[in-house]
């Protein structure tokens, strides 16, 4: 089955994405796409393969390409694993597998995309009403891609109207360098802003004058721009 669907995969290769996807997922050397080999492939091509094979996909295989030093077979097997979690006939039994199986092989989630199409999908969804602490150990580790996946499994949360997580999560990731952090965590704070604004704003009013400006940037970004001139000059 793998060497199948390698085929048909690479039927989908388009060196002008290639070119274009090195330089959009910083692969120079010391960037954190450095070892990435990226095939060219849009993701609506990968899609159509995984509504075609994912319900027969084995998890050998599956770990195959998630294995694979191409990013886009990576990200194939993780949305093969989303599309299986979301099936109508996967047994709460299967879910956990699946949540299971990505967990063990967390270290191939290891670029912002596979990070963001697929982790509130299957981590966030498994671990509403559940007890969350592997989300704060993510969050208090040295890994970039597992402090991002920390942040955005909770847009599960947030979408069934749950704050709690995802704002001490992003105080865990305040302070950190990288910009896919910054980007991410304001990225959560807007979406708490989304479905209620008060509660985004009494947690920005001590935090905003000294958080990173990518993520006020991103947090703020829906407001009004008369309010949003306003805290990114300190004036709120």
């Known amino acids: 089955m793998f060497e199948q669907i390698s085929i048909e995969l ?96 967390i270290s191939q989630v290891n670029n912002w995309d596979l990070v963001d199409v697929t982790t509130s999908h299957i981590i966030g969804k498994y671990l509403y009403g559940k007890e969350k602490s592997i989300l704060y150990d993510f969050a208090n580790s040295n890994d970039l891609w597992q402090k991002r996946i920390a942040i955005v499994s909770t847009f599960y949360f947030i979408k069934q109207g749950s704050y709690e997580d995802t704002l001490n999560i992003a105080d865990i990731l305040l302070n950190d360098t990288h910009d896919l952090i910054h980007k991410a965590v304001g990225w959560a704070i807007r979406n708490v802003g989304n479905k209620n604004e008060q509660i985004m704003l009494e947690y920005l009013q001590s935090r905003y004058k000294t958080m990173p400006r990518t993520t006020l940037r991103y947090a703020i970004e829906k407001l009004d721009k008369e309010i949003r001139q306003k805290y990114l000059k300190g004036l709120i």
Do not use: C, M, W
């Not at 509504?51 to 998890?59: A, P, Y």
């Open 10 to 105: 690479q039927n989908y290769i388009n060196k002008t994405y290639q070119e274009s996807y090195k330089s959009f997922f910083k692969t120079k050397k010391g960037e954190y796409s450095a070892e990435d080999i990226f095939l060219g492939i849009k993701v609506p091509k990968l899609r159509k393969s995984v509504r075609k094979h994912f319900k027969t996909l084995s998890f050998e295989d599956i770990k195959k390409f998630l294995y694979s030093p191409y990013h886009e077979y990576r990200l194939f097997a993780l949305l093969v694993l989303v599309a299986k979690y979301q099936d109508k006939n996967s047994s709460k039994e299967e879910q956990k597998r699946i949540y299971d199986f990505y967990v063990e092989n």
